[in-house]
């Protein structure tokens, strides 16, 4: 079975620039969160995607976009970087959406934004 | 607003100690809590809490929920170097997740 991978490790990039970051769930998986984690701070939801909707969204303004996949992997697009975007960003994958799942999380993509 | 707040932030203790972690939260639409351990990136999966009163338990940790007074407390008994991590407590409301910002332990030998 092979766990939640993230894509890519680290990346630089500038103010006003645009990223992709990419997730593949685990196996049997067809639900995936993506979250932002500023230095010292707990997770920040951002959304969540279950069978290629967007199921459910944090307070992140619009140019924080998804995508889900039929293969369930995902994509998050950041547009228009601003400094406050240098964070962990980390996705999660579980089994359905909803209660009574656990989620297992991706080892994160380190974003700076110089 | 929805907000999960852990206490205390950090903790520092020997080889052996008990400790009790503690997440408090006001969460519209409850659906469960969940505990993670934090060591470099991704955080580990604990414990998922739905109902009160039920102690969840796994080894020297344990885990119960209050939904009347809405905490959840983290126990990790005989601790070890190991343990030395972030706690972090994460509810489900509704369709999203609100993590607190962490409980810092370390463990001194």
């Known amino acids: 079975e092979t766990g939640v991978t993230q894509s890519p490790t680290h990346l630089i990039k500038t103010r006003g620039q645009q990223v992709t970051l990419r997730c593949s769930s685990q196996?049997?998986?067809?639900?995936v969160s993506w979250y932002q984690q500023a230095l010292g701070q707990g997770p920040q939801f951002i959304f969540q995607?279950?069978?290629?909707?967007?199921?459910g969204r944090g307070n992140f303004p619009p140019r924080f976009s998804g995508l889900q996949f039929p293969n369930y992997s995902s994509e998050l697009n950041v547009n228009a970087l601003e400094l406050d975007d240098s964070a962990l960003y980390l996705c999660?994958?579980?089994?359905?959406?909803?209660?009574?799942?656990?989620?297992?999380f991706g080892p994160g993509t380190r974003l700076t934004v110089t | 607003e929805d907000k999960v707040v852990q206490s205390p932030l950090s903790l520092v203790v020997h080889e052996g100690d008990t400790v009790t972690l503690n997440c408090s939260y006001e969460v519209t639409n409850f659906r469960s809590l969940l505990w993670y351990k934090q060591e470099k990136k991704a955080p580990t999966f604990l414990f998922m809490l739905?109902?009160?009163?039920i102690e969840k338990k796994s080894g020297r940790l344990s885990s119960i929920l209050d939904k009347k007074e809405l905490f959840s407390i983290l126990n990790i008994t005989a601790t070890q170097t190991g343990d030395s991590a972030i706690y972090l407590c994460a509810v489900e409301g509704g369709n999203q997740f609100y993590f607190g910002t962490g409980t810092s332990l370390t463990v001194i030998p």
């Open positions: 999660a994958s579980s089994p359905s959406a909803g209660a009574g799942y656990e989620q297992y």
């Open positions: 196996s049997g998986h067809n639900t």
């Open positions: 995607y279950y069978r290629e909707e967007e199921n």
């Open positions: 739905t109902s009160s009163g």
